[in-house]
């Protein structure tokens, strides 16, 4: 038994299973037709070339004013991302502790995206093959955001 969604998909899939866990990673192994890998890649340039100063203006600018918009707040108590369970009552430790893994569950995750592949084709150099199906990129993006 494993507690990884994508290994356990990947070997109900393989056993030929015709389980969720099958459907759902067999789903994800294609590629639409729509998507196309030298864009993400040049997205990929742009975001790590501006990321840390995207970062500051992040923290020090939109952040704490998109917080204090009623809007997002509501989205942040429906969710329970970054707040308290309960409404009123100061944060736990397990609230601090389930913040953090999901902050590092999302950091985690993109550094598999930007991850070249260990592949010998001539597509491993680039990191946006780390999003190709099987890459570890794609993976992450199961794992975290499903």
């Known amino acids: 038994a494993t507690d990884d969604v994508v290994e356990y998909a990947a070997r109900a899939a393989a056993d030929g299973e015709a389980s969720h866990a ?22 990929i340039d742009v975001f790590l070339a501006y990321a840390p100063v995207a970062g500051c203006a992040l923290f020090y600018r939109s952040l704490t004013g998109g917080f204090s918009i009623p809007q997002i707040v509501e989205v942040l108590v429906a969710t329970r991302y970054l707040v308290p369970t309960g409404r009123g009552r100061a944060r736990s430790d397990r609230d601090k502790q389930r913040t953090m893994e999901r902050l590092l569950d999302t950091g985690g995750m993109l550094a598999c995206c930007f991850a070249p592949t260990a592949d010998v084709d001539h597509l491993s150099m680039l990191t946006s093959s780390a999003l190709r199906p099987k890459g570890r990129g794609w993976a992450a993006c199961l794992r975290v955001r499903r």
């Open 22 to 43: 099958a459907q759902f990673y067999e789903h994800h192994l294609h590629v639409p037709e729509w998507v196309d890998f030298g864009q993400l890649q040049r997205g």
